[in-house]
């Protein structure tokens, strides 16, 4: 019970990494607020969540709409006074080359991938400098690390989200406010089954042989957010049966 009482917010927690994430800090103790675009799989999701007993808002909005993120911190604000851990999770992928794709396919990722945590990162840091700090962990990918070929924009947004894990670590060093990333190999979601659809041979491109299940993502995530990672800041964790490793 790492997270009891501590107030967790999850972008794109519905499905996927972030629903396995939300559920795992949920059952350590956490106030957990999932903020989605898809209304129908969070409301869902928060009914199945509150059955088995966690504490599971669903809170709907896109993590790129500052609109919503800041209605999303202030209801936050209110409603416990402080934030203990962001998991920047929320991103997309659309195939792309970077010879032929559209400047509005490019701002699409760049908006959910880039925008989206850059909003809530920012929002997060306000909130938890002034309440005794707290952990962000933002979602990169292998694609963080290396070029996977037809994914231009996405592998873009993915280094990029490792630049601003490190440039956060930095400026908030001193605030009490650890900022992390990890890098997933391929998942399986409903992005991971997408790709798998795409190309079955890569479970087999994993030297383990396999994708990763979401939980082995998720338990990842607490990691980082807990006082276990204490002296853990500015680092992008792969989590990818040693793709990267060949
Ligand atoms: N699945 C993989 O193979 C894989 C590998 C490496 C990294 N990742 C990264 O992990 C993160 C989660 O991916 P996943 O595999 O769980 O995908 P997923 O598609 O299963 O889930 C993503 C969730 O984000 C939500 N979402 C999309 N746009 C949003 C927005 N603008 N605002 C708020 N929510 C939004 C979706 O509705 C969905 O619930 C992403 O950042 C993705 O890039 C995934």
Not at 118 to 136: D, P, S, Y
């Amino acid at each position: 019970m790492r997270f009891t009482d501590k107030v967790v917010i999850v972008t794109g927690g519905a499905s996927g990494i972030g629903a396995a994430a939300a559920e795992l800090f949920a059952r350590e103790g956490a106030h957990v607020t999932v903020l989605d675009v898809d209304a129908r799989t969070g409301e869902h999701f928060e009914t199945h969540q509150r059955m088995l007993g966690h504490d599971i808002t669903f809170f709907e909005g896109s993590a790129a709409d500052q609109t919503s993120v800041k209605s999303l911190y202030d209801t936050i604000e209110r409603k416990h006074g402080h934030l203990d851990v962001l998991f920047n999770n929320a991103g997309i992928a659309l195939d792309s080359y970077g010879e032929s794709t559209t400047l509005a396919d490019w701002r699409t990722v760049m908006d959910v991938n880039l925008d989206g945590a850059f909003l809530n990162a920012q929002h997060a840091v306000q909130t938890m400098r002034h309440t005794g700090g707290g952990a962000i962990v933002n979602t990169s990918s292998i694609c963080g690390h290396i070029a996977t070929t037809g994914a231009f924009s996405y592998n873009v947004s993915k280094h990029a989200i490792i630049g601003m894990t490190r440039s956060l670590a930095l400026e908030h060093a001193q605030d009490g406010i650890r900022v992390n990333a990890v890098c997933p190999g391929f998942v399986n979601t409903s992005m991971g089954k997408a790709d798998l659809a795409d190309d079955p041979t890569i479970p087999q491109r994993h030297p383990m042989g396999r994708i990763a299940e979401p939980k082995e993502i998720a338990r990842a995530v607490l990691f980082l957010a807990s006082t276990d990672a204490s002296f853990i800041t500015g680092t992008s964790l792969l989590i990818d049966g040693g793709y990267t490793a060949q």
